[in-house]
Nanobody, 123 residues
Framework: VQLQASGGGLVQAGGSLRLSCAAS????????IGWFRQAPGKEREFIAS????????KYADSVKGRFTISRDNAKNTVFLQMNNLKPEDTAVYYC?????????????????WGQGTLVTVSS
């Protein structure tokens, strides 16, 4: 069972990136999927989460209105569209499958974690 996050890179402030989280080994179509990030010297923080069918989402206040989470269960993939990026968005971004079908902001309620993808936003 593996979650593979990709799409990170270096972008200027105000730019956009689209992260992908692809699952292999099993389907996660019954699980909520979350995105978290961790900046150097900081704790891992919740960014966004989407329910099993995409009908419900949650966002951290810091990204609300700039980031959009979506999913394609047919492709076993979850996306994070990030617009108007800021230098403070610089971090390693992780995706994770929750124990449950509804969105969760709590890292401890996520069972499977991807390896992370680095996003660097220059000013």
């Amino acid at each position: 069972v593996q979650l593979q996050a990709s799409g990170g890179g270096l972008v200027q402030a105000g730019g956009s990136l689209r992260l992908s989280c692809a699952a292999s080994g099993r389907t996660f179509s019954n699980n909520a999927i979350g995105w978290f990030r961790q900046a150097p010297g900081k704790e891992r923080e919740f960014i966004a989460s989407i329910s099993w069918n995409g009908g419900s989402t949650k966002y951290a206040d810091s990204v609300k209105g700039r980031f959009t989470i979506s999913r394609d269960n047919a492709k076993n993939t979850v996306f994070l569209q990030m617009n108007n990026l800021k230098p403070e968005d610089t971090a390693v971004y992780y995706c994770a499958a929750a124990h449950y079908a509804v969105p969760s902001t709590t890292p401890g309620l996520h069972r499977y974690w991807g390896q992370g993808t680095l996003v660097t936003v220059s000013s």
